[in-house]
């Protein structure tokens, strides 16, 4: 180990010191940025971007694990990224297949798809809905992994299946707006019952939140990373812990 390596495991401990257990998220979002502009600096292509970024996840898990997060939202694929050329597609969704399936051979997380599965090909839609059901007895981190995510479809998704809810129990549609609020709304997403994000991290230097978990993100503290994301290390995400935790929420006020 040279003297690089023994600063920087010194410098590692020192920011995890300064992380009260108590001032840590329980539920992290992430918006995985920056794979193809990685790519086009180091000369490859962009799937060998997107394969370095998959090979960040598992990685990135773990860093959760100890610091003893409880869910993780993954942002794969939104809905804008299914107009991409068909070939760069293909190539995308046959990744991020190949990563789901990874994530569930180790058997330490849950896996939850979070996402318009419509939207997708019919095999990555069968794909994922299948690692939550191989998955629901692990006791373990819960990753939402959002493959044909979009925040505004998100929203739609939910009053549409809150509509045809109540539909079906004959409730009329003045009733229905009478019934309708943000709790109501909230029991239809696709992270239903589980907390919201408390950190958002963005790589690749971008910030915005692109619609990421637009309903849920009302109250998340963000935090923006230049880096991109396969070169996102564990000192960065210590420093996003610490940002955090060093932050007075407000919830809106």
């Avoid at 760069?88 to 051979?105: Q, Y």
């Avoid at 939910?158 to 539909?167: D, F, K, M, P, Y």
């Avoid at 109250?219 to 940002?243: G, I, K, N, Q, T």
């Avoid at 955090?244 to 006020?253: E, I, K, L």
């Amino acid at each position: 180990m040279g003297i690089r390596d023994l600063v920087y495991g010194a410098y590692e401990r020192r920011l995890a010191q300064q992380i009260a257990p108590e001032r840590r998220p329980r539920h992290v979002g992430v918006i995985l940025d920056g794979n193809r502009r990685w790519a086009s600096v180091k000369g490859h292509s962009s799937s060998a971007g997107h394969r370095a970024g998959a090979a960040k996840i598992a990685e990135f898990l773990g860093w959760c694990e100890d610091a003893d997060v409880e869910v993780v939202t993954l942002w794969l694929l939104s809905t804008d990224n299914l107009n991409r050329p068909p070939e760069e597609l293909d190539a995308l969704v046959g990744i991020i297949e190949e990563t789901v399936n990874g994530l569930v051979e180790q058997r330490r997380w849950r896996i939850h798809p979070v996402g318009a599965l419509d939207l997708l090909p019919a095999r990555t839609a069968g794909l994922l809905k299948e690692a939550e059901e191989t998955t629901t007895d692990v006791d373990g981190l819960l990753v939402n992994v959002a493959v044909g995510y979009g925040g505004r479809r998100e929203v739609a998704d939910a009053v549409r299946s809150l509509l045809q809810e109540e539909a079906v129990k004959g409730t009329s549609l003045d009733e229905v707006a009478q019934m309708i609020d943000p709790e109501l709304i909230a029991e239809h997403l696709y992270t239903k019952g589980q907390p919201d994000p408390d950190l958002v991290i963005r790589t690749s230097g971008e910030q915005r939140l692109s619609g990421f978990l637009l309903w849920q993100s009302a109250h998340s503290e963000f935090y923006f990373c230049e880096a991109y994301w396969p070169d996102f290390r564990h000192v960065d995400f210590l420093r996003a812990m610490r940002s955090y935790a060093d932050r007075q929420r407000r919830f809106g006020s």
